[in-house]
């Protein structure tokens, strides 16, 4: 799977929008862009995860760039509870066996402030 | 609720005890998940199920360590005579077919259950 590279840490005042960006430029066709995060004492949490197209839901959108080499996880209204480790993982969906083995590499701290 | 859930949510145990761990995936999800995390660290992989399939357990760090999978569903992930460095999290995933749902499916995670080994 290819290797992401996300900052280490970021802030934000709460209400502001939160824009996580995710370097991502030795991606290939088959490989999907995901996004899940971690509070501290809980599991990862499933954010979203998009090919090619910008997506959206309930959490937060995605920006994926033309040549897809980078992506930005867009929190609209970030809140005091958005306070996590987001994760930006590459993985292939097709490719046979441990394909569906997650690997979180460090992350980016992302502090919400009041 | 309709998450994946983990129980107990934490566990105490001395060395050499048998500890069993237990998890229950999203209703229809086949795939299913075992990975562990200590302190700090990322995902350690540890079991993959998908369906009636043979399980893939190239994670499993010792032969202390066994899962299963009862009709499909529930799963779970015993140690046997436990060592300190067993202590982590134990996180399960769970997630749908790629067939009956596409391609690139996202694994969704419980909490975990919290193990420390005395």
């Known amino acids: 799977d290819a290797k992401t590279t996300q900052p280490t840490s970021m802030d934000c005042a709460e209400g502001r929008a939160a824009n996580l960006p995710c370097n991502h430029s030795?991606?290939?066709?088959?490989?999907?862009v995901y996004w899940y995060r971690q509070i501290h004492s809980q599991g990862p949490q499933y954010i979203i995860h998009?090919?090619?197209n910008n997506e959206t839901n309930e959490m937060a959108s995605l920006i994926i760039t033309e040549d897809r080499k980078s992506s930005t996880l867009i929190l609209p209204h970030a809140t005091l509870r958005d306070t996590a480790v987001y994760y930006c993982?590459?993985?292939?969906?097709?490719?046979?066996?441990?394909?569906?083995?997650?690997?979180f590499g460090k992350g980016t701290k992302l502090s919400v402030i009041p | 609720g309709a998450g994946v859930s983990q129980s107990p949510s934490n566990k105490v145990t001395e060395k050499g005890k048998d500890v069993e761990l237990r998890c229950d995936p999203i209703?229809?999800?086949?795939?299913l998940y075992w990975y562990r995390q200590s302190l700090g660290q990322g995902l350690e992989f540890l079991i993959y199920?998908?369906?009636?399939?043979?399980?893939?357990k190239s994670g499993l760090p010792s032969d202390r360590f066994s899962a299963e999978r009862t009709g499909g569903s529930v799963s779970t992930l015993t140690i046997q005579r436990t060592q300190q460095e067993d202590s982590a999290v134990y996180l399960c995933?769970?997630?749908?077919?790629?067939?009956?749902?596409?391609?690139?499916?996202?694994?969704?995670f419980g909490d975990g259950t919290r193990l420390s080994i005395l």
């Open positions: 995933a769970s997630s749908p077919h790629p067939l009956s749902q596409g391609a690139g499916q996202p694994q969704h």
């Open positions: 030795t991606i290939s066709g088959n490989e999907y």
């Open positions: 998009g090919l090619k």
């Open positions: 993982i590459v993985r292939n969906a097709y490719s046979g066996a441990g394909s569906y083995q997650l690997t």
């Open positions: 209703s229809g999800h086949t795939a």
């Open positions: 199920f998908q369906g009636n399939s043979a399980p893939d």
